[in-house]
C-alpha cells in the first residue's frame, strides 16, 4: 500500500510534464526577430499635454513573438504592449502615454521605454522625443 501511494507523486509529475509539449505553447529559449521603430518624433508640443506614441512592430522571425516586462524611463511615461504573441509575419503595436505636465517650456525631451522579448538582443529601448513650448 505504501509503494502505490509513494507513487502517485510521480505519476502526477509525469502527467503534467507529458501534456505540456502537446499542447502547442512556446518553448523555453524560441527566439525570433522583430522589425520596429525605435523612434517616435512627437514634434513641438504644449507643456501639460499627454504625448501618445505608437510603435508598430512586425514579426520577422519563425516563431511567435513574446513581450515580457515593459517600463518607462519615469512616471510620466506608461506603455502598453500586446498581451497575446504576435505570429510570424504578423504586426502589433506598442503605445506609450508621456505627460508633460512637469517638463521645463523650451527644452528638448526625450523619454524612452524599455521592452523585453524573445529576441536577440532581448532588450529594446524605444524613444520619445519632443519639443515642449
Not at 503595436?93 to 524599455?114: C, H, M, P, Q
Amino acid at each position: 500500500m505504501r509503494a502505490k501511494i509513494k507513487m502517485i507523486p510521480f505519476m502526477f509529475l509525469f502527467l503534467v510534464l507529458s501534456s505540456c509539449k502537446e499542447n502547442g505553447e512556446l518553448e523555453v529559449g524560441q527566439k525570433t526577430s522583430m522589425r520596429i521603430d525605435k523612434v517616435f518624433e512627437a514634434g513641438e508640443r504644449v507643456k501639460g499635454e499627454v504625448v501618445e506614441a505608437v510603435f508598430n512592430i512586425e514579426n520577422t522571425g519563425r516563431y511567435p513573438l513574446v513581450f515580457g516586462e515593459i517600463k518607462g524611463s519615469c512616471s510620466c511615461t506608461v506603455a502598453e504592449k500586446p498581451e497575446a504573441p504576435i505570429l510570424p509575419g504578423e504586426t502589433g503595436l506598442i503605445t506609450a502615454k508621456v505627460n508633460t505636465e512637469k517638463f521645463r517650456n523650451n527644452t528638448e525631451v526625450s523619454k524612452t521605454i524599455t521592452l523585453m522579448a524573445n529576441t536577440e538582443p532581448n532588450r529594446v529601448v524605444l524613444k520619445v522625443k519632443m519639443k515642449i513650448k
